[in-house]
């Protein structure tokens, strides 16, 4: 059984930073894209970030490039979403997931095949 449990979320003033953690567990980690999406109260889930099986390709959503940084460790199972520069319109609950079509990485969420709990991140103006 696929499990990713995400941690790292938490209150912070704009202009801070976060870290967000995803531990995976139950399918072959490093064979997968990992991808992160946020949603927002009242607003659809949004993608926010996505990294090949080997860590070689990322993209993000327009939103937070140059802003947030995605990576991964594959020995220890785990992506990552380094957060800088945050602002009170980044406040959602964040999700990982792991992509079962395309190793390279989906930015379409119908891709990803197994979502973890989601971890609330909430930016004081």
């Known amino acids: 059984q696929v499990q990713l449990v995400e941690s790292g979320g938490g209150l912070v003033q704009a202009g801070g930073s976060l870290r967000l953690s995803c531990a995976a567990s139950g399918r072959t980690f490093s064979s997968y894209a990992m991808g992160w999406f946020r949603q927002a109260p009242g607003k659809e889930r949004e993608f926010v970030a996505t990294?090949?099986?080997?860590?070689?390709?990322?993209y993000y959503g327009d939103s937070v490039k140059g802003r947030f940084t995605i990576s991964r460790d594959n020995a220890k199972n785990t992506v990552y979403l380094q957060m800088n520069s945050l602002k009170p319109e980044d406040t959602a609950v964040y999700y990982c997931a792991s992509d079962g079509l395309n190793p390279s990485g989906s930015l379409y969420e119908g891709a990803y095949d197994y979502w973890g709990q989601g971890t609330q991140v909430t930016v004081s103006s």
């Open positions: 990294i090949s099986w080997n860590g070689g390709n990322t």
